[in-house]
């Protein structure tokens, strides 16, 4: 079992930065791969970026290349996503998720059981 909790979320200027952190508890989260995916109003929930367990490697969807970065720190049961040039399209819903022991990155959302309970961003123009 993997518990997650997101913070980080909020109100920011287009262009501006900021970072989402989500706290695991449970063993298994070091030996989890982690996501973030993200839903805005009216739309499907959409993959974000994800990292491997071991933090060797990284995937993003295109509209977020260059500008956001996940990380991870298997010693503090962390996840992070810094995200930076914001832009009023990022605004959204964030949710932190852990899924199974993969050699890479995963964006599909069915390969993860473990999901937090999402922090609001949002983007103004």
């Known amino acids: 079992q993997v518990q997650l909790v997101e913070s980080g979320g909020g109100l920011v200027q287009a262009g501006g930065s900021l970072r989402l952190s989500c706290v695991a508890s449970?063993?298994?989260?070091?030996?989890?791969?982690v996501g973030w995916f993200r839903q805005a109003p009216g739309k499907e929930r959409e993959f974000v970026a994800a990292i491997n367990w071991s933090g060797s490697m990284t995937f993003s969807v295109d509209s977020v290349k260059g500008r956001f970065t996940i990380s991870r720190d298997n010693a503090e049961n962390t996840a992070a996503l810094q995200m930076d040039s914001l832009k009023p399209e990022d605004t959204a819903v964030y949710y932190c998720a852990a899924g199974g022991h993969y050699t890479g990155p995963r964006s599909d959302p069915r390969d993860y059981a473990y999901w937090g309970q999402g922090t609001q961003v949002t983007v103004s123009s």
């Open positions: 449970g063993r298994s989260f070091g030996t989890s791969s």
